[in-house]
């Protein structure tokens, strides 16, 4: 069984920053592009950042660009995501997810593995 297990969410204030794992054990994890969405109360799970296998190449919503990075590390099957100047609008959980799609997958039928999420609220 597949397992993805996010931390690093927490509670902060609006400007400051965190920084999220998602870990896996039990992923051939080179084989998988990686994902960070988030789902705000009341609204749809939306995409936020992706990884590719090699960690070469990386993109985002434009929400968060020049905020957020994402970035992974394969000898430690884990993937990242740092948040700098957090706003209250960042408020919502953020889940990670593992996908074999080629090219830039940001749809959440893309991804084939989620983990449970961590929440990050931001206090304005």
């Known amino acids: 069984q597949v397992q993805l297990v996010e931390s690093g969410g927490g509670l902060v204030q609006a400007g400051g920053s965190l920084r999220l794992s998602c870990a896996t054990s039990?992923?051939?994890?080179?084989?998988?592009?990686m994902g960070w969405f988030r789902q705000a109360p009341g609204k749809e799970r939306e995409f936020v950042a992706g990884?590719?296998?090699?960690?070469?190449?990386?993109y985002y919503a434009d929400s968060v660009k020049g905020r957020l990075t994402i970035s992974r590390d394969n000898a430690k099957t884990t993937v990242y995501l740092q948040a700098n100047n957090l706003k209250s609008e960042d408020t919502a959980r953020y889940y990670c997810?593992?996908?074999?799609?080629?090219?830039?997958?940001?749809?959440?039928?893309?991804?084939?593995?989620w983990g449970q999420g961590t929440q990050v609220t931001v206090l304005s």
């Open positions: 990884i590719s296998r090699s960690g070469d190449s990386t």
């Open positions: 039990t992923l051939t994890f080179n084989n998988y592009a």
């Open positions: 997810a593992a996908s074999t799609w080629a090219g830039y997958p940001k749809r959440e039928r893309d991804y084939e593995y």
